[in-house]
Each structure stands twice: as C-alpha cells, then as structure tokens.
C-alpha cells in the first residue's frame, strides 16, 4: 500500500500562486507514475499533471499549461511530489489530490483517474476573483 499525504492548499487572489506538496509512503517502487487531480463542487475530478518517476516525463492538462509545474524528489525511502500553481484563476478552485500509480504513467492514460490506485485525503485550493 502507497500512503499519501498533500499539504500546502489554501485562499489566494486571482494571478497569486501556491505550492503543494505531497509525501508518497509505503509500498513505493522504482517506476511509479505521480500526479495531481482536482475536483470542483458539482463537476467530475479532472486530471491537473502527472510525471514518471522513472525519467522524468510529464503530462499537463491543457487549462494548467504553462501555469503549473509539477516536479518529484525522490529518495530510497520516500518520494516528493509538488505542484506549483502560478497565475492562478477562480476556475482552478477545487479539491486537490495526489495520486499514484504502481507502474508507468502509460501515455494517454497519464491523466485518467481509474490509472491511478492510490490517493491521498486532498488538499483545498481556493482563489477569489
């Protein structure tokens, strides 16, 4: 089992920026895929970014490009995972989880919820217009 814990959420203003972050625990392996969700009130949880702890490849929803930037730090006991939001919009307000999958992030499913088999409690990111 793979235990993750995310910090860092919180209220900033519109074009204000936030960093969280993300311990990954437990059952880790060398080849692992990490990445952030969001879920808005009323919408369906939504793929943010994603990145292979084996080589580094990242993937980035459209809305978040050139915005955000995921990142990982990883040692022989646990893993890091971080997300830094810049320019942020009252649109990426939601629920923020980390999530992690045992195996590579696999493409086009980089970004897909049911990819991923272990989730972290979620951290709240609100931005005010």
């Known amino acids: 089992q793979v235990h993750l814990v995310e910090s860092g959420g919180g209220s900033v203003q519109a074009g204000g920026s936030l960093k969280l972050s993300c311990v990954a625990s437990g059952s880790t392996t060398r080849t692992m895929c990490l990445g952030w969700f969001r879920q808005a009130p009323g919408k369906a949880r939504e793929g943010v970014a994603s990145i292979a702890t084996n080589g580094g490849i990242t993937h980035y929803a459209t809305s978040v490009r050139g915005r955000f930037t995921i990142s990982q730090d990883n040692d022989n006991a646990k893993k890091t995972l971080s997300l830094q939001m810049n320019n942020l919009q009252p649109d990426d307000t939601g629920l923020y989880y980390c999530?992690?999958?045992?195996?590579?992030?696999?493409?086009?499913?980089?970004?897909?919820?049911?990819?991923?088999?272990?989730w972290g409690q979620g951290t709240q990111v609100t931005v005010s217009s």
């Open positions: 999530a992690a999958r045992t195996g590579p992030c696999g493409g086009s499913f980089a970004l897909r919820d049911w990819h991923f088999q272990h």
